[in-house]
């Protein structure tokens, strides 16, 4: 069995204090960026007095790089599980990707980890050689099981020929770490990971949850609601099919007929003139974001993002 000098690898800790420390930063970060890229020096004056008082209320928070949050709140927040019988690399593990700041939990079997609640799991760590269930076999039993297919799966394993590369792989591995293990690369392989395979999946929920947004709109089209900055917008029925529309579409230039057929009732009779009020009075309900709305001369309205 490979013993492991534990004190070449350990690091500093991350305690829950830093945690909140590096999210604070992050944040105030995002803003910065999002102020510097998107607004000139007349929109930034609007949102914030720079010279008097700095209000956060005043900033457009939600229009910051959400990229850039989601990936430091997965790096911290994220839960991971490591599968290994042996206890000295469970330890080690646990302990370096605690210092990174992910909730770790061990295993020392696949039987084990078979009875834990895996769908509460963002990535599993998987030795290949354990005891009568191998990491082959559990990784087989949860790529076919429909509520843990989607966790991503590392192998972790002293087997460094090629057939059990591919076979890991075929199975569904995301990726593959030869022992003795690198703690640097660990880390990084988790990172890439848990980014490659956890954004599409908040994404993919987004979407089948009827969720539009751009930057700080978000329209539920189940609720029929609209938020802008966090804050819930008041709208008529036709301004929300307008938003809607817009935003379900966006660059695509939508003639006032078009207007007319896809968000008032077939029955009602509506000058062209109708949908222009409309556009403007939508246009000032959602503040700021008016501007992405353009007006395409001789042909109608879009959503310009």
């Not at 990936?71 to 210092?99: A, G, H, P, S």
């Not at 990535?123 to 991503?152: N, Y």
């Not at 246009?283 to 001369?297: D, L, V």
Request: aromatic residues 8%.
């Amino acid at each position: 069995m490979q013993k492991y000098d534990k004190s070449i690898f350990k690091e500093t800790p991350i305690n829950s204090d830093y945690k909140t420390e590096m999210i604070t930063k992050l944040i105030i970060y995002s803003i910065i960026f999002s102020l510097r890229s998107n607004t000139n020096d007349t929109t930034m004056s609007h949102q914030c007095n720079i010279q008097s008082t700095f209000s956060v209320d005043k900033i457009n928070i939600f229009a910051m790089q959400r990229h850039l949050l989601l990936l430091l709140i997965f790096d911290i927040l994220m839960k991971i599980l490591v599968v290994d019988d042996e206890l000295d690399i469970c330890e080690l593990l646990q302990y370096n990707l605690e210092t990174e700041g992910y909730e770790v939990v061990t295993a020392n079997s696949a039987e084990e980890a078979l009875a834990l609640p895996l769908n509460e799991y963002a990535l599993i760590l998987l030795d290949v050689m354990m005891g009568e269930m191998s990491g082959f076999q559990m990784a087989r039993k949860l790529k076919e099981d429909p509520s843990t297919s989607h966790i991503p799966i590392i192998f972790i394993t002293a087997l460094d020929d090629e057939d059990n590369t591919v076979k890991g792989l075929n199975i569904g591995a995301d990726d593959y770490i030869d022992k003795p293990l690198s703690m640097k690369e660990v880390k990084a392989r988790v990172r890439v990971v848990l980014r490659r395979t956890t954004i599409p999946l908040i994404l993919k929920e987004r979407k089948t949850k009827n969720i539009i947004c751009y930057e700080g709109i978000t329209l539920n089209q189940n609720a029929k609601a609209v938020t802008i900055d966090g804050e819930e917008l008041t709208l008529t029925k036709l301004e929300y099919e307008l938003l809607s529309l817009l935003l379900q579409n966006p660059g695509k230039v939508f003639s006032r007929e078009d207007i007319l057929t896809h968000c008032w009732p077939q029955d009602v009779y509506v000058l062209d003139r109708t949908v222009d009020v409309n556009i403007t009075r939508l246009r000032k309900k959602i503040g700021h974001y008016g501007k992405q709305i353009k007006t395409r001369i001789g042909y109608g309205y879009c959503f310009e993002k």
